[in-house]
């Protein structure tokens, strides 16, 4: 469902509000009525980094609601959801409603959001978008902001070691998009070499 259209890139999905809802519209029974395609979720999902009030450059994550259909109790990156596309909401703004949403924080409280990459799962067959961010708020400033109850909010430290174990210690826990993310942010801060050995690890795991 993706196109190139005058250097935009195009990508046809449904309002998916949860997996569940995700694997019935993929069903045999929609190709049986005629749809020329199967409709790919697209979701997004953003990697805030923080700084503790001494200073210390941390990663927000979260730890998932048990109530959710796809990794309950389980780990993803600071904030993130299916894009409303049927309300005709951006990729942006998307990430900034979920953000506001799962985290208090407000549009002005973001840093140079930048779209990081796109992944493709083929176990679920759904698509998501990766922003990178940061804030001028201190990690224990976001923890106190009122925001719904999805998941609860914990900071990570972000040192070359220390994010290395920390993926591979919930890396079976973790969202596919939110383990994207974190392996992302680590080969931007610690090269290719850091990247090519953490997947190699990832894949032991499997």
Same mark, same amino acid.
């Given at each position: 469902?993706?196109?190139?259209?005058?250097?935009?890139?195009?990508?046809?999905?449904?309002?998916?509000?949860?997996?569940?809802?995700?694997?019935?519209?993929?069903?045999?029974?929609?190709?049986?009525?005629?749809?020329?395609?199967?409709?790919?979720?697209?979701?997004?999902?953003?990697?805030?980094?923080?700084?503790?009030?001494?200073?210390?450059?941390?990663?927000?994550?979260?730890?998932?609601?048990?109530?959710?259909?796809?990794?309950?109790?389980?780990?993803?990156?600071?904030?993130?959801?299916?894009?409303?596309?049927?309300?005709?909401?951006?990729?942006?703004?998307?990430?900034?409603?979920?953000?506001?949403?799962?985290?208090?924080?407000?549009?002005?409280?973001?840093?140079?959001?930048?779209?990081?990459?796109?992944?493709?799962?083929?176990?679920?067959?759904?698509?998501? %978008? +990766? #922003?990178?961010?940061?804030?001028?708020?201190?990690?224990? &400033?976001? $923890?106190? *902001? !009122?925001?719904?109850?999805?998941? /609860? %909010? +914990? #900071?990570?430290?972000?040192?070359?070691?220390?994010?290395? &174990?920390? $993926?591979? *210690? !919930?890396?079976?826990?973790?969202? /596919?998009?939110?383990?994207?993310?974190?392996?992302?942010?680590?080969?931007?801060?610690?090269?290719?070499?850091?990247?090519?050995?953490?997947?190699?690890?990832?894949?032991?795991?499997?």
């Amino acid at each position: 469902g993706i196109k190139i259209i005058n250097n935009k890139i195009i990508i046809e999905a449904d309002p998916t509000v949860s997996y569940r809802d995700t694997i019935g519209g993929r069903s045999l029974k929609l190709k049986e009525i005629g749809k020329k395609f199967t409709p790919i979720p697209l979701g997004v999902v953003v990697a805030i980094i923080a700084k503790t009030k001494s200073g210390k450059k941390m990663l927000g994550i979260t730890i998932r609601n048990k109530k959710h259909d796809f990794k309950p109790s389980g780990y993803s990156v600071t904030a993130g959801g299916m894009m409303q596309i049927n309300n005709k909401e951006t990729a942006k703004n998307s990430i900034l409603r979920e953000i506001k949403e799962e985290t208090g924080l407000n549009p002005k409280d973001v840093k140079g959001l930048t779209c990081r990459g796109i992944t493709y799962n083929r176990g679920s067959k759904t698509a998501g %978008i +990766i #922003f990178f961010a940061k804030t001028d708020l201190a990690t224990d &400033k976001i $923890i106190s *902001k !009122i925001h719904d109850d999805e998941n /609860e %909010i +914990i #900071f990570v430290p972000i040192k070359k070691m220390e994010l290395r &174990k920390f $993926i591979l *210690k !919930i890396a079976n826990a973790c969202t /596919e998009d939110g383990l994207a993310a974190m392996a992302l942010l680590g080969k931007d801060l610690y090269g290719g070499e850091w990247f090519k050995r953490i997947l190699k690890s990832l894949a032991l795991l499997n």
